[in-house]
């Protein structure tokens, strides 16, 4: 069997615990929106999401210790690759919809999907984003982190913080039988009130046996709305927060990179969760 056959036999030979299925029916009698079984996560498939996460991570480790003043961003593509291919995964960004690099460098206006470049270099001052997903026998792991490049001015290092309290906070709500709803309220509310904006456009997602799945994870919401979260359930949370407007460009030259409109700064931090009966689990960070 191929890792992609082995994974998808788990839906059978795994089913869904009893008492699981009675309380998405319950909910589904309440009428919320219940994700398919698809979207829960069986055991095995958790354990091989959980090899992928751990790799992941250990990509992302692997750039913290060596990112400097004066690199260029290619240069993290370069560890990213190595790293990965050292741990016999594979970065599943590469090819991804056309993606040319094997992980996205955003750097201060930069909200999200920075190529990567020899000629882009990361000087004292700058912050910027490193977001990587790692292929493991089919499974997938998606986290990002930022990095404040020498002395950054306190605006940025603040923006830096609050951007990973925001995602702490979302991780709080992310709880078994909350909705995805809350999660974006519970970030929303506290962004806003640190006087920063949430950007719309891109959110997380189901992630594990596919990069990007259902439900997306809008990271400025309503609460009690959109899908409930049960356990098994895999995604990510990754807000993306503006110190100044919420409105994003896109590149029109590379149509990838986003941009805050308004030329202000933007940071961002990713984790992969499993939603558990009692919380969840970081998967990768
Ligand atoms: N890792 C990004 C995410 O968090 C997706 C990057 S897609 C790419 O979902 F093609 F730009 F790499
Ligand atoms: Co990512
Ligand atoms: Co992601």
């Not at 089913?15 to 079984?37: A, G, K, S, T, Y």
């Not at 896109?250 to 941009?259: E, L």
Request: glycine share 8%; hydrophobic share 35%; aromatic share 6%.
């Amino acid at each position: 069997m191929t890792d992609e056959e082995l994974k998808e036999s788990y839906f059978k030979s795994e089913p869904i615990p009893e008492h699981i299925l009675e309380h998405m029916e319950h909910c589904r009698q309440q009428h919320m929106e219940v994700p398919d079984e698809k979207l829960i996560k069986r055991p095995s498939q958790i354990a091989g999401i959980r090899e992928a996460g751990r790799i992941n991570t250990l990509v992302l480790d692997a750039v913290a210790k060596e990112i400097h003043d004066g690199m260029s961003t290619q240069e993290i593509d370069d560890i990213v690759a190595r790293v990965t291919k050292d741990n016999d995964a594979i970065c599943a960004c590469l090819g991804f919809e056309g993606y040319p690099k094997n992980v996205c460098t955003s750097i201060n206006d930069e909200v999200c999907h920075g190529i990567p470049a020899r000629h882009r270099k990361i000087h004292d001052g700058d912050i910027i984003n490193v977001d990587c997903t790692t292929i493991y026998h089919s499974y997938y792991g998606d986290a990002s982190r930022m990095f404040m490049i020498g002395k950054v001015s306190p605006a940025r290092e603040r923006l830096v913080a609050e951007t990973k309290k925001c995602l702490e906070i979302g991780m709080e709500a992310a709880k078994p039988w909350n909705t995805v709803g809350d999660i974006g309220a519970a970030i929303a509310k506290y962004a806003h009130h640190q006087g920063y904006s949430v950007v719309r456009e891109l959110g997380g997602h189901g992630v594990g046996n596919g990069f990007h799945e259902d439900p997306f994870v809008a990271h400025i919401a309503k609460a009690h709305t959109g899908m409930v979260l049960v356990p098994g359930m895999v995604i990510t949370i990754e807000p993306m927060i503006n110190a100044g407007k919420a409105a994003v460009v896109i590149d029109p030259y590379n149509d990838w990179t986003i941009y805050t409109k308004d030329g202000s700064d933007s940071a961002q931090w990713e984790h992969t969760i499993l939603i558990t009966e009692t919380g969840n689990e970081i998967l990768s960070y």
